[in-house]
């Protein structure tokens, strides 16, 4: 599934560049105002912080939330406390796009993440020229050298990567990149299977200057106060916040 997801998307780039090529996209991207400097709103703090998903479907639990005005439900987790908002462009399975992220940024002042299945410098370009902040990067859909080569372009743009991880070996892996900010995803995106406790095992291995994210399976504020427990410096949340009120539940969140 992460395979066909990545390969979906990496096809949706490519037809969007038969419109806009790259050398246009490079010089918006270029052009933008300098992104924000996520990695210190996301930084360790005497409290959780908390990422908060624009997420409308997934491929696991299908259809979450008729969300119209993205921007409207950016503001509230906004006003609720969230550190950065994550907002999903995936057309095909998520049902997000560059537009919802185009209009969450004119109404937010926190950081924004790109949260797509980037594989293609193309697609970081995109993110940069629609003022995005952080972009994600998979460790399990990139070999390598795209993984390094996405990530020192998003860098040389000023962006911050949140590099996603799913076992040991994938932590690994981003900790010899350099990445600051790296994340633990509690679902296997091939099996979409959850494992709960996937980041307290390895977050003791991630060294302490890195910021660590704890992604996925929030749904009760007992759920964030595990995460905080393990070490989590920042929780990434879609599904529980859709679904919800967005205001109160963000809130009860950062209450524990
Ligand atoms: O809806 P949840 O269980 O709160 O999860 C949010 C987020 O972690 C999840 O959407 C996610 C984590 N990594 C991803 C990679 C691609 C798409 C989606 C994701």
């Known amino acids: ?150 990530f020192a372009l998003s860098t040389e743009l000023g962006m911050t990567t949140l590099v996603e991880t799913h076992s040991a070996d994938e932590l690994s892996r981003a900790l010899d990149l350099g990445a600051r900010l790296v994340g633990v995803n509690a679902r296997d995106l091939s099996t979409f299977e959850l494992d709960k406790t996937l980041f307290a095992r390895l977050a003791p291995t991630i060294p302490d200057d890195v910021v660590k994210v704890a992604e996925s399976a929030v749904s009760v504020p007992a759920d964030v106060a595990a995460y905080r427990e393990a070490g989590a410096d920042v929780v990434l949340i879609g599904e529980a916040l859709v679904t919800n009120d967005p205001v109160s539940t963000l809130e009860s969140f950062l209450a524990v």
């Open 1 to 150: 599934m992460l395979a066909e997801l990545t390969a979906g998307a990496a096809e949706d780039a490519r037809a969007r560049r038969e419109v806009t090529p790259r050398a246009e996209v490079e010089r918006a991207a270029i052009a933008a105002p300098p992104a924000l400097d996520a990695l210190s709103a996301l930084s360790r703090s005497d409290r959780v912080k908390i990422i908060a998903e624009v997420k409308r479907a997934s491929p696991s639990r299908g259809h979450l939330a008729e969300i119209t005005d993205p921007a409207a439900l950016a503001a509230e987790y906004e006003i609720g406390g969230a550190s950065a908002i994550s907002v999903l462009t995936e057309g095909r399975r998520f049902k997000g796009s560059l537009d919802d992220l185009r209009a969450v940024r004119e109404r937010v002042d926190v950081p924004i993440l790109r949260k797509d299945f980037i594989s293609e410098p193309y697609q970081v370009f995109e993110a940069r020229a629609a003022r995005a902040d952080l972009v994600l990067l998979i460790v399990a859909a990139l070999e390598d050298r795209a993984l390094s080569e996405l």
